[in-house]
């Protein structure tokens, strides 16, 4: 006979593992299973996010950030530092370590919220009077069963037609996080958040980085007001970037990668590069999941078709996270989990999808909530909008960091916030304020009358606020 439990959650990532910690809370018996594997072939939960996405890439961006700063900056405070070098097995090691704390953290609270943790992949078996058997194909093979299943099974990059990863000279999210060399010359296709942020990481430790993109516009998501400041910081950096491109032919050979396109003009160009890394979006991963096996739906691009609830077709199965529609963003994942296994405990889950905060981790940082300019004006929403500069905020002077600034939505007859915009220092921590002054509804003016810390940098928020009923007090 299978083991037995109440809730068995597929897939150990940002979604998988909250889900099954809450469920355990809420005192269900709870099985999770995870396939991922450390260098000793040990268990590595966490999924994508910890180990080749949110976690090591920030490690690397802050250990480049300190190189940058060291060779370029630290001058201007005074500081002077001969002989710096670069130790790269050092900081690739610094990552590796980092993801490792990470990994371990989550066997802890597994242990710690009594959850019984599967090393291995797992997939339907069959479904028989309301209990779902699952497989988990690990070390030893073994069916373990229960009622409610949720499904967190993340997302894999996504391939260029025609151009494999090999992780070696065509790198995914996967490899362009485990190279140990600094290459001379590094192309990125594609400028999303994932190609923007590894972009960032090898230009400041010494490669030359050309970017391209296929659409006419940078960060098209993003408020292009905000956009256009964070182009024009990246191109002063020294990031090469080509909007409009059209990529043909990739070849490979003993020198590199040689990628042929044409750019916005019309015009065919070659690009030679040592690297090159493919940063074209993500797909919902079922690989072996084995749907077919109970009828578990899914839509043309693959992703498991849930409601709004994260409900599938079949009674007791949820599907959370990047396997489901909506962003593919850990914290989604995260509040989802939460929700689901609180809708099974019979209470009422909830994930506010107007409030989700996005981040693009580079320097400067980009964050933003709610909806941009762009889209309130194709909605025919009449809105205000204040901006404020980091170049008048006191702290953003001291930190010798004066780049971007904060940009507030509020409707027109309301005044209630509908989306904030932050380029600039520090914006992953500044966007939290925005995101709970959203989720209460609150006004601009709710944000002009709150006493800001002096000096800090969220007073740009606050300045932004006041701007939008045009009295700035700094600027």
Same mark, same amino acid.
């Given at each position: 006979?299978?083991?037995?439990?109440?809730?068995?959650?597929?897939?150990?990532?940002?979604?998988?593992?909250?889900?099954?910690?809450?469920?355990?809370?809420?005192?269900?018996?709870?099985?999770?299973?995870?396939?991922?594997?450390?260098?000793?072939?040990?268990?590595?939960?966490?999924?994508?996010?910890?180990?080749?996405?949110?976690?090591?890439?920030?490690?690397?961006?802050?250990?480049?950030?300190?190189?940058?700063?060291?060779?370029?900056?630290?001058?201007?405070?005074?500081?002077?530092?001969?002989?710096?070098?670069?130790?790269?097995?050092?900081?690739?090691?610094?990552?590796?370590?980092?993801?490792?704390?990470?990994?371990?953290?989550?066997?802890?609270?597994? $242990?710690? &919220?009594?959850?019984?943790?599967?090393?291995?992949?797992?997939?339907?078996?069959?479904?028989?009077?309301?209990?779902?058997?699952?497989?988990?194909?690990?070390?030893?093979?073994?069916?373990?069963?229960? $009622?409610?299943?949720?499904?967190?099974?993340?997302?894999?990059?996504?391939?260029?037609?025609?151009?494999?990863?090999?992780?070696?000279?065509?790198?995914?999210?996967?490899?362009?996080?485990?190279?140990?060399?600094?290459?001379?010359?590094?192309?990125?296709?594609?400028?999303?958040?994932?190609?923007?942020?590894?972009?960032?990481?090898?230009?400041?430790?010494?490669?030359?980085?050309?970017?391209?993109?296929?659409?006419?516009?940078?960060?098209?998501?993003?408020?292009?007001?905000?956009?256009?400041?964070?182009?024009?910081?990246?191109?002063?950096?020294?990031?090469?970037?080509?909007?409009?491109?059209?990529?043909?032919?990739?070849?490979?050979? $003993?020198?590199?990668?040689?990628?042929?396109?044409?750019?916005?003009?019309?015009?065919?160009?070659?690009?030679?590069?040592? $690297?090159?890394?493919?940063?074209?979006?993500?797909?919902?991963?079922?690989?072996?999941?084995?749907?077919?096996?109970?009828?578990?739906?899914?839509?043309?691009?693959?992703?498991?078709?849930?409601?709004?609830?994260?409900?599938?077709?079949?009674?007791?199965?949820?599907?959370?996270?990047?396997?489901?529609?909506?962003?593919?963003?850990?914290?989604?994942?995260?509040?989802?989990?939460?929700?689901?296994?609180?809708?099974?405990?019979?209470?009422?889950?909830?994930?506010?999808?107007?409030?989700?905060?996005?981040?693009?981790?580079? &320097?400067?940082?980009?964050?933003?909530?709610?909806?941009?300019?762009?889209?309130?004006?194709?909605?025919?929403?009449?809105?205000?909008?204040?901006?404020?500069?980091?170049?008048?905020?006191?702290?953003?002077?001291?930190?010798?960091?004066?780049?971007?600034?904060?940009?507030?939505?509020?409707?027109?007859?309301?005044?209630?916030?509908?989306?904030?915009?932050?380029?600039?220092?520090?914006?992953?921590?500044?966007?939290?304020?925005?995101?709970?002054?959203?989720?209460?509804?609150?006004?601009?003016?709710?944000?002009?009358?709150?006493?800001?810390?002096?000096?800090?940098?969220?007073?740009?928020?606050?300045?932004?606020?006041?701007?939008?009923?045009?009295?700035?007090?700094?600027?």
């Amino acid at each position: 006979m299978s083991k037995q439990f109440d809730v068995i959650v597929i897939g150990g990532g940002p979604g998988g593992y909250i889900a099954a910690i809450r469920a355990a809370q809420l005192g269900f018996n709870v099985a999770c299973i995870d396939e991922w594997k450390n260098a000793k072939g040990g268990p590595a939960l966490g999924g994508t996010c910890t180990n080749v996405g949110c976690i090591p890439s920030k490690a690397l961006l802050q250990s480049s950030e300190h190189y940058e700063q060291a060779g370029h900056h630290f001058a201007d405070h005074g500081i002077e530092v001969k002989g710096l070098s670069l130790d790269m097995a050092k900081m690739i090691g610094r990552k590796d370590t980092v993801v490792k704390q990470n990994n371990e953290g989550v066997l802890y609270l597994f $242990k710690k &919220n009594k959850v019984t943790f599967f090393h291995g992949r797992g997939s339907f078996v069959a479904s028989k009077d309301g209990v779902y058997d699952i497989r988990v194909a690990g070390t030893a093979e073994e069916v373990i069963s229960a $009622k409610h299943i949720i499904v967190a099974t993340g997302s894999n990059a996504r391939t260029l037609a025609g151009t494999p990863f090999d992780e070696e000279t065509i790198l995914s999210n996967d490899g362009a996080l485990r190279m140990t060399d600094v290459p001379k010359k590094l192309g990125l296709i594609g400028s999303g958040v994932i190609g923007l942020e590894m972009g960032s990481v090898w230009r400041r430790l010494g490669a030359d980085v050309t970017v391209l993109e296929g659409l006419p516009t940078f960060l098209g998501a993003v408020d292009q007001q905000i956009a256009k400041e964070a182009h024009k910081a990246f191109t002063k950096q020294g990031l090469k970037i080509e909007l409009g491109v059209k990529v043909g032919e990739i070849k490979t050979g $003993k020198k590199g990668v040689s990628v042929a396109y044409t750019n916005a003009k019309g015009e065919a160009l070659s690009l030679d590069v040592d $690297k090159l890394i493919i940063s074209i979006g993500r797909v919902a991963n079922t690989i072996g999941l084995a749907p077919e096996a109970v009828g578990l739906k899914l839509d043309e691009r693959g992703a498991i078709v849930v409601d709004g609830d994260c409900k599938t077709n079949l009674p007791d199965v949820w599907a959370i996270g990047d396997v489901v529609r909506g962003p593919m963003l850990a914290h989604k994942a995260e509040e989802e989990g939460v929700a689901v296994a609180e809708r099974i405990a019979g209470q009422h889950g909830h994930v506010n999808f107007n409030t989700i905060p996005w981040v693009i981790y580079t &320097n400067p940082e980009i964050a933003w909530v709610g909806q941009t300019e762009e889209q309130l004006k194709a909605a025919g929403r009449a809105y205000k909008a204040g901006t404020f500069p980091f170049l008048a905020n006191g702290r953003a002077r001291a930190l010798g960091d004066t780049t971007g600034m904060v940009k507030m939505l509020a409707d027109a007859a309301t005044d209630e916030i509908l989306g904030v915009h932050i380029v600039g220092p520090m914006a992953s921590e500044l966007i939290a304020e925005c995101v709970v002054a959203m989720e209460f509804r609150a006004s601009s003016e709710d944000i002009a009358r709150v006493c800001h810390a002096h000096p800090s940098l969220s007073e740009a928020t606050k300045e932004a606020a006041l701007a939008v009923d045009k009295r700035t007090l700094n600027f």
